[in-house]
């Protein structure tokens, strides 16, 4: 694999800082808690992107990415309790640029089960950092629909020459599933030598709703790591290993549930200043064996025994230089992502059944990027990013047991065969952004930018009728197009930010305009017709996003706070009147929190409007609004020993989230086709010890 990264063209990226508005911070000073999650930040700052920590997620929820319905315009797509897709504005899954601890992890399954946060188990996790509005191009290869970055938790080097002891406990447990997880993280820390290990264990049982148990709903999952950092004369090198483990697990949204996931990582870092220069270098590998099956955790359905077998092995690099330049700084480098895909289909029962879904799919994606960051005349600020990319794809013969005894299925896989399967396309990003305060309390930002993305192997190579689509569990089968074009996004956005002593208010407006962006429209193909007349085939239509998300707080007085955010997305195409799958209706929180120093308690409210806006090609159904209220709080016992704990869905509420898929598993007191609905009255409790 690293030897295709010498014969590959790099694409070069921009990295800028943009500018920072706190989400649940009312003044550089002073931070207001919602919940056991904290963002601070200090307003009319050059970085947008929103810190949201959190060692004690609130409701003790598995699934990391519930935490981006805390940041305005974010939200998450759940196909099952580990399986969260990040969506952002509308944009989810591949489009969004997720990384974790500085890297990209490739998917070992087709269907989208093992979600890049999903590697980072809440016991881990130091933080998640959404980067509001438009995403630098130096903050990842493909950025069209934002960037999200989440790293784990692991010591800092220490002040002095011996090695200082440091380290976290925390235990926590939920009824709404009978779970309980456990995390540690020791370490070594020296001003040189940094060494850690951690490890976590997660296990919990079918989830509890007004109206019965979610079936299959149970989780399993270990993660372990170690690391391993120097740091000395202004250079700095670090050598991180992770091991993650998830056993049986439901995804009710999905036609099969998880049976193995076992994902290795090693990540190694460098930087230092070079001379007049600030150096980064970092070199990854992933490898992910993924099996899944149909009737492990729910009942064998009429079609008889499936079983998929799926690997996704993944390597990386990035390189890249800052300096300074006329009266901003420069950022310039390049980076690079490789990966391989194999999925074979299997019924334990039948020796002789035999798909081979993808194989031996090759995606590679490298570039070279570049970015100013600086201030122009007068009090303006700007930021101006230039990236290239060139995504290269190839896959290898597919084939089917019954290929030889059905005319359209042999037909299909024969004109896969013969086709000319590698495909390579070559995009160009750009930004442009530029911020001003107004006075001393408001200032103003208004961005530009070209994005783009390419097909995902999936949506190019899926060859015969299934529902291996990344995750869109929308329950239709598709079939791919080799001759996909990338998409390409055009973009506008306005934001505002105004903050004083005691209160802040951030809005944000957006426009974006997509080219060529891909969905799946009806088949025209006869052959997979035949096999299914309602398949449906990825394509390239013209789609338009448009919207707004605020962020605001209110200091009462020294105890009294109140926050909140709101977002509103449209996703609509422009090819045909119909509007796009799975959209985020108009939602927010409220939150009254009472800070008395040693304790802090927070009442909140959440709030999702119903969504008739739906996609009629995706067969997708309309939803109803909902009102949600939690409690929860914090007493700190001593320095390093605190509890936390509350009730999540205090009066017990039956609702559904439109962006959670539909149950596809019987057994389950959720029928067939309903939209799986949310976690029912859930009282948790948990304890964190530091050293």
């Not at 569990?473 to 990338?486: E, H, K, R």
Request: a negative charge.
């Amino acid at each position: 694999m690293f030897a295709r990264i010498k014969n590959s063209l790099l694409v070069v990226s921009a990295c800028l800082p943009a500018m920072s508005w706190p989400l649940f911070a009312v003044s550089a000073e002073e931070a207001t808690r919602l919940g056991t999650v904290t963002v601070t930040g200090e307003a009319l700052e050059e970085d947008n992107s929103y810190r949201v920590e959190s060692f004690e997620a609130p409701g003790i929820v598995p699934d990391t990415a519930r935490l981006l319905q805390r940041v305005p315009g974010a939200d998450v797509n759940r196909n099952g309790v580990l399986t969260g897709i990040a969506q952002y504005r509308g944009m989810y899954a591949d489009r969004v640029n997720v990384k974790i601890n500085g890297i990209t992890i490739p998917g070992g399954g087709p269907n989208g089960m093992d979600t890049p946060l999903s590697y980072i188990p809440g016991t881990q996790l130091e933080s998640i950092e959404v980067i509001r509005g438009i995403a630098p191009v130096s903050s990842g290869l493909e950025t069209l629909g934002g960037t999200i970055r989440a790293s784990s938790a692991r010591p800092d080097f220490g002040s002095g020459d011996s090695m200082e002891a440091h380290g976290s406990l925390n235990l926590s447990g939920a009824t709404v599933n009978d779970s309980f997880a456990l995390g540690v993280l020791a370490g070594l820390a020296s001003r040189a030598h940094r060494l850690h290990v951690a490890g976590s264990r997660e296990r919990g049982d079918d989830i509890e709703f007004d109206g019965g148990t979610i079936r299959p709903g149970e989780h399993d999952r270990d993660n372990y790591s170690l690391g391993y950092g120097f740091k000395q004369s202004g250079h700095e090198f670090a050598l991180d290993f992770t091991h993650n483990d998830t056993g049986r697990t439901g995804t009710p949204s999905l036609p099969m549930d998880i049976q193995v996931i076992d994902t290795d990582i090693v990540r190694g870092e460098y930087e230092g200043v070079v001379g007049d220069n600030l150096v980064h270098g970092q070199l990854y590998y992933t490898d992910v064996y993924h099996t899944m099956a149909n009737y492990l955790l729910r009942p064998q359905p009429m079609m008889g025994k499936r079983r998929t077998t799926a690997t996704g092995t993944g390597g990386g690099f990035r390189l890249d230089v800052g300096r300074g330049l006329g009266n901003g700084e420069l950022l310039f480098g390049i980076d690079g992502q490789l990966a391989d895909h194999d999925a074979v289909i299997k019924n334990p029962d039948m020796a002789m059944f035999r798909v081979v879904n993808f194989n031996d799919v090759e995606r590679d994606l490298v570039g070279i990027f570049g970015e100013w960051n600086g201030g122009l005349t007068g009090e303006w600020n700007s930021e101006f990013g230039l990236r290239v990319n060139q995504v290269r794809m190839d896959a290898g013969l597919v084939d089917h047991h019954m290929a030889g005894m059905n005319v359209n299925i042999g037909n299909l896989r024969d004109n896969f065969n013969n086709a000319d399967r590698s495909e390579t396309d070559t995009n160009v990003d750009w930004v442009a952004r530029f911020i001003r305060p107004l006075s001393s309390v408001m200032g103003v930002e208004v961005g530009f930018a070209r994005k783009t993305r390419a097909p995902t192997y999936q949506e190019r190579y899926l060859w015969v009728p299934l529902q291996s689509t990344g995750g869109l569990a929308d329950g239709n089968v598709y079939i791919g197009d080799i001759n996909l074009d990338p998409e390409v996004s055009h973009q506008v956005e306005l934001a505002l930010n105004m903050a004083t002593s005691n209160a802040y208010f951030e809005p944000r407006i957006f426009y974006r305009d997509v080219s060529d962006y891909i969905q799946g429209v009806p088949a025209t193909n006869p052959d997979a017709l035949a096999l299914n007349p309602n398949t449906l085939q990825f394509a390239n239509v013209d789609a338009t996003f448009y919207g707004a998300d605020a962020a605001w707080g209110y200091s009462i007085d020294n105890h009294w706070s109140l926050g909140g955010i709101i977002s509103y997305v449209r996703g609509k195409r422009d090819d045909i009147s119909d509007d796009l799958y799975r959209i985020a209706p108009l939602n927010g929180t409220l939150g009254l929190n009472y800070d008395a120093g040693s304790w802090d308690v927070t009442a909140e409210g959440v709030f999702y409007d119903s969504q008739d806006k739906v996609s009629a090609t995706n067969s997708e159904s309309p939803s109803s609004g909902y009102a949600l209220m939690n409690l929860y709080g914090k007493y700190r016992v001593k320095k390093n020993v605190s509890l936390s704990g509350g009730v999540g869905n205090v009066f017990d509420r039956g609702f559904a989230p439109h962006v959670t898929g539909v149950n596809r598993a019987g057994g389950s007191d959720v029928a067939i086709g309903e939209r799986v609905p949310g976690d029912g009255r859930n009282f948790y409790l948990a304890m964190r010890l530091d050293w």
